[in-house]
C-alpha cells in the first residue's frame, strides 16, 4: 500500500529479452508480477483470449465525471 485508504497496483513495460530478470526480481521482492501484454508497432488495442484468438474491443475509457 502507497498512501492509507487506497490501494495501488504498478504498470511497467520490460523489453522480452529481461523477462527472466524481471521475474527473478519480482521472486527476490516477495512481489507478485503479472505479463497482461505486449507493445507492438501495430496502433491501437487489440484483445486476444487465451489461444491468441482477437475479441472485440467493446471497452470505452473510464469517465470520471459520467
Known amino acids: 500500500m502507497l498512501a492509507g485508504g ?3 497496483e ?3 513495460t520490460a523489453p522480452p529479452a529481461l523477462r527472466l530478470a ?3 526480481a519480482a521472486h ?3 512481489t507478485a508480477v ?3 501484454g505486449q507493445i507492438d508497432q501495430q496502433p491501437g488495442l487489440r484483445l486476444v483470449d487465451s489461444v491468441g484468438a482477437e475479441l472485440p474491443n467493446t471497452y470505452n475509457s473510464f469517465d470520471h465525471f459520467a
Open 10 to 12: 504498478l504498470a511497467f
Open 22 to 24: 524481471v521475474t527473478a
Open 34 to 36: 503479472t505479463r497482461i
Open 28 to 30: 527476490r521482492a516477495a
Open 6 to 8: 487506497d490501494d495501488y
